[in-house]
Nanobody, 123 residues
Framework: QVQLVESGGGLVQAGGSLRLSCATS????????MGWFRQAPGKEREFVAA????????YYAGSVKGRFTISRDNAKNTVYLQMNSLKPEDTANYYC????????????????WGQGTQVTVSS
């Protein structure tokens, strides 16, 4: 069993930055592909970014590419999402997720989820 705990959310002005963290339990963190998803009020949860177990491969949704960076520190069992040039449309609850499979944009492919952290971007 893997437990995921997100942190780092908050209120920020448009154009600002935030860094989300997702701390995981267990000694098998390096075995998992990690992903970030988000869900805005009234909308379905959507893929944001994913990173391979080694950190050597990443993939981004088009809406965040060039602004967000996913990274991981396997020694700390933590995955990060650096968010720059934030826009009001980035406002959402952000979730991290883990899968034993390959990087995937589909949430059904992820086995474990955190509880989410709220990001609010004011205009």
């Amino acid at each position: 069993q893997v437990q995921l705990v997100e942190s780092g959310g908050g209120l920020v002005q448009a154009g600002g930055s935030l860094r989300l963290s997702c701390a995981t339990s267990g000694r098998t963190f390096r075995s998992y592909t990690m992903g970030w998803f988000r869900q805005a009020p009234g909308k379905e949860r959507e893929f944001v970014a994913a990173i391979s177990w080694s950190g050597g491969s990443t993939y981004y949704a088009g809406s965040v590419k060039g602004r967000f960076t996913i990274s991981r520190d396997n020694a700390k069992n933590t995955v990060y999402l650096q968010m720059n040039s934030l826009k009001p449309e980035d406002t959402a609850n952000y979730y991290c997720a883990a899968t034993v499979g390959n990087m995937d944009t589909r949430e059904d492919e992820y086995d474990y989820w955190g509880q989410g952290t709220q990001v609010t971007v004011s205009s």
